[in-house]
């Protein structure tokens, strides 16, 4: 049975007698938990370890991938919503809609998925001088004032932030406030419908559609895709009509939606209520994809090793020191899922293996000469026994250099 981080985390039993689970789930903590302890919540199995930074859910339902995300997750909440209140031990989820491992059931066969998004920070700068005729530098002229709007105060508390929820509460919060200073809400009018109508004149004074993620007007896909998936989610303790009990959004739906939400957010602000937009020189979304096609395009490789040491950027080799270097099959590039997001992902069959190394640091290769272009580690190692095929899937996230925070 696969486990992680000493925590047993699911597969076919190894013996007789013991329980085949078919859907997992690990995230990291911010810091090391301060309590051991085992719960079963709705079906799943929850556990932590004094000291350990790693935080399991395990179940015995045969589910897909997104079921093993939507409930699993909400198992965990629910955990540490229990720890916090009867032992006083607050514990956060770090990184979460960014990096997990997790297995899911797929067509009878067990799936362990390692993934992990990492930021590139790029960014391009350029000073300009103006000369008179006389070849002496000109001063250069002041630029516009500063515009200031209620508006900011919830996007610095949403950027400050290091929980995703509480970062989306608040940038929605800044984007009514926003979306007031353009057209205030009649006495007449509900939320939904005010909305609507302040959404469209934003969309026909402006053109947004690049920031948009298919070919819906701003007010359809806001209301439809940002209000009632996740908003309505974060800001109401009990059910509206035609929701389901309350919980948190998926969190790698709500990460895609937040980055989503301060584009427009940023546009709004600039373009029609008159705030500067701060930082140059950024790269685009076409430059990052460049960028990236030329190592990935060539002699691509993904690959893990045993070896236990910590990875850094510095990193030439998987396995230093010699350890096992394990090779995955079919390594795959993709771009386009959504702006400013690159990813590489590659499988390994185990159906067939007759052992293999736990997994702790896993990354990709590039060119014939395989070099290192990324590592990234699996605290505590993963075993896997029990399963059927590894899927390693590691995504690249532009940031420019003068761009907002989208990781929590």
Not at 92 to 107: F, K, N, P, Q, W
Not at 337 to 351: D, F, H, N, Q, T
Not at 365 to 379: D, I, W, Y
Request: aromatic share 8%.
């Amino acid at each position: 049975m696969a486990t992680i981080d000493g925590f047993l985390f699911g597969g076919r039993p190894d013996s007789e007698g013991c329980a085949d689970y078919g859907a997992a789930i690990a995230y990291s903590l911010r810091t090391p938990c301060q309590a051991s302890r085992s719960d079963e919540i709705d079906g799943w199995i929850v556990e932590s370890a004094a000291g350990k930074s790693t935080i399991v859910a395990r179940s015995t339902q045969a589910i897909g991938r997104q079921e093993v995300i939507t409930a699993g997750t909400e198992c965990i909440q629910r955990y540490l919503d229990l720890l916090s209140y009867e032992r006083f031990k607050v514990s956060e989820l770090a990184g979460i809609g960014d990096s997990h491992v997790m297995l899911y059931t797929d067509s009878d066969r067990r799936v362990v998925e390692v993934m992990v998004t990492d930021d590139l920070v790029l960014g391009v700068s350029a000073t300009g001088v103006v000369y008179d005729r006389d070849g002496n530098p000109k001063p250069t002229p002041p630029g516009p004032p500063p515009v200031w709007t209620p508006a900011l105060r919830f996007y610095r508390l949403s950027q400050a932030s290091g929980d995703l929820y509480e970062a989306y509460r608040n940038l929605w919060l800044g984007l009514e406030a926003l979306l007031s200073t353009i057209s205030a809400k009649r006495v007449d009018e509900g939320e939904r419908k005010w909305l609507r109508r302040v959404l469209a004149e934003v969309g026909a004074r402006i053109d947004v559609r690049p920031l948009l993620p298919d070919s819906r007007g701003l007010a359809d896909y806001m209301l439809t895709d940002q209000y009632e998936r996740m908003r309505c989610y974060l800001f109401h303790a009990k059910p509206e009509e035609g929701m389901a009990a309350p919980t948190l959004p998926d969190p790698e739906a709500l990460v895609l939606a937040y980055a989503q939400l301060i584009r427009i957010w940023r546009d709004i602000a600039h373009h029609l209520v008159g705030v500067r937009q701060g930082g140059i020189g950024v790269v685009t979304y076409e430059g990052f994809r460049a960028l990236l096609f030329a190592p990935f395009s060539s002699g691509l490789g993904v690959v893990y090793s045993d070896a236990r040491a910590p990875a850094g950027n510095e990193d030439t080799l998987i396995n230093p020191g010699g350890t096992a270097r394990i090779e995955l099959e079919n390594p795959r590039y993709q771009d386009g899922a959504m702006p400013g997001l690159v990813s590489v992902s590659a499988s390994l069959p185990i159906e067939a293996q007759v052992s293999l190394p736990e997994l702790w640091r896993f990354g990709c290769e590039v060119g014939s000469e395989k070099k290192l272009f990324c590592v990234g580690r699996v605290e505590g190692g993963l075993g896997l026994s029990g399963v059927d095929q590894l899927d390693v899937l590691q995504v690249f996230r532009l940031k420019n250099a003068s761009s907002p925070k989208l990781s929590f």
